[in-house]
T-cell receptor, first 112, second 114 residues
């Protein structure tokens, strides 16, 4: 089975802190994604990466950055956390275009 | 921009009934569609997918129907069980979209009563 593992299930951070969300996949997938999920808004793409050191902005990249130094790991960085970044964050990976994406269990981040 | 949306945000059924969850999409270039199930506290799980060269695809107790003429997608769950209670998302990708990006709908909450 494909495994996408997010480092934390729950996080509480203070406004202004730098926050790192880590994601690891074990299936050698090329593509990795970060989504945030908010009630009534579904899943919105923040950033994605199609190869090591490559990244592309998604629909809502403001306030976020990403890092992909190794194929299996994709990190989401909140440079200066704000309360409007309180959300569920979902990491996903997929092998190719037009195939299913496999999701991690999510990280529920609260910024206070 | 293009979007994927759902007709009904909630659906409540009795155990044993068949459930139908609908999804409308607006991007005529969409050529790949997926249904995901998300249980409380978990990430979305793949249920079934369909490509635009097909009208229907069946899995175990689930069927996806694609009507490209009206840009409509539906998920049918046969003999719905309490364990089917979850949020269901449709998602789409298009040939013009790079690297497997999926666009998700808002989700439908399915509640199955015993």
């Amino acid at each position: 089975d494909v495994k996408v593992t997010q480092s934390s299930r729950y996080l509480v951070k203070r406004t202004g802190e730098k926050v790192f969300l880590e994601c690891v996949q074990d299936m050698d997938h090329e593509n990795m994604f970060w989504y945030r999920q908010d009630p009534g808004l579904g899943l919105r793409l923040i950033y994605f990466s199609y190869d090591v050191k490559m990244k592309e902005k998604g629909d809502i990249p403001e306030g976020y950055s990403v890092s992909r130094e190794k194929k299996e790991r994709f990190s989401l960085i909140l440079e200066s956390a704000s309360t409007n970044q309180t959300s569920m964050y979902l990491c996903a990976s997929s092998p190719l275009m037009n195939t299913e994406a496999f999701f991690g269990q999510g990280t529920r981040l609260t910024v206070v | 921009g293009e979007s994927v949306g759902l007709h009904l945000p909630t659906l409540s059924v009795q155990e044993g009934d068949n459930s139908i969850i609908n999804c409308a999409y607006s991007n005529s270039a969409s050529d790949y569609f997926i249904w995901y199930k998300q249980e409380s506290g978990k990430g979305p799980q793949f249920i079934i997918d369909i490509r635009s060269n097909m009208d229907k695809r069946q899995g175990q107790r689930v069927t996806v129907l694609l009507n490209k003429t009206v840009k409509h997608l539906s998920l049918q769950i046969a003999a719905t069980q309490p364990g089917d209670s979850a949020v269901y998302f449709c998602a789409e990708n298009s040939k013009g979209t790079s690297y497997g990006k999926l666009t998700f709908g808002q989700g439908t909450i399915l509640t199955v009563h015993p």
